[in-house]
């Protein structure tokens, strides 16, 4: 039973240029959440979302990022313009539901880097 | 809001010895839960253990046991018999369970070192 996969592992971007990051769920995972680690800090809330629909994007920056969950393929977290405060580890959880039934699984991250 | 709390930036344990690392956390909701994540520097989150708010008894998984305090709002995670393997960051988290909302809030971490 593979994990939270994401791709890619690390990504190099330059200043300007846009940035999609990938996660692929557990199997039989609805529920996909997004967060982002800044250097030396612990990890923070961008996006939960399920197939189609985003349910709560209280953490995601007002412009420059938007996230999806398609009712096929991945989950894709997309970052436009990317500038160096973008420099970040950015994990992927999936879970099988809420509540009680809601343990994350989190994803092995995807380590951007803006230049 | 919720909050989480680790005041212990780093922390330093000698190897076979037992260390406590400190959680406190805030939140107005009665049922919550709390975890403990693992993260090599190899950058992975790796969840170690899990204690909700109604369980009566402390949560405990092989070598980690979580020191559960309700009316402090304690969470520590004690790691018994360190190994240097355990060298790493540990991050405790909350989660809320009774909204919509399954977002987990972390605190800033503790970086554990074992010596040998």
């Known amino acids: 039973n593979a994990g939270v996969m994401q791709n890619p592992r690390h990504l190099v971007r330059r200043r300007g240029q846009e940035a999609r990051l990938r996660c692929s769920p557990m199997k039989g995972h609805s529920h996909v959440y997004w967060y982002r680690q800044l250097p030396e800090e612990g990890l923070k809330f961008m996006v939960y979302l399920q197939k189609e629909n985003i349910i709560d994007e209280s953490g995601m920056p007002k412009e420059r990022f938007s996230a999806e969950f398609p009712k096929e393929g991945p989950s894709i977290l997309r970052i436009q313009q990317v500038v160096r405060g973008d420099s970040a580890a950015y994990f992927c959880a999936s879970s099988p539901g809420q509540g009680e039934n809601g343990e994350q699984y989190f994803g092995p991250g995807t380590r951007l880097t803006v230049t | 809001a919720q909050k989480i709390t680790q005041t212990q930036p780093g922390m330093f344990v000698q190897e076979k010895e037992a260390v406590t690392l400190d959680c406190t956390y805030d939140?107005?909701?009665?049922?919550?839960?709390l975890f403990w994540y693992k993260q090599p520097s190899s950058g992975e989150m790796i969840f170690l253990i899990y204690q909700g708010s109604y369980d009566q008894q402390n949560a405990t998984e092989g070598r980690y046991s979580l020191n559960f305090q309700k009316a402090r709002k304690s969470a520590n995670l004690v790691i018994s018999a360190s190994q240097l393997g355990d060298s790493a960051m540990y991050f405790c988290?909350?989660?809320?369970?009774?909204?919509?909302?399954?977002?987990?809030?972390f605190g800033t971490g503790t970086r554990l070192l074992v010596s040998p």
């Open positions: 988290a909350m989660r809320v369970l009774n909204t919509g909302f399954q977002k987990l809030v």
């Open positions: 939140t107005s909701d009665p049922s919550y839960g």
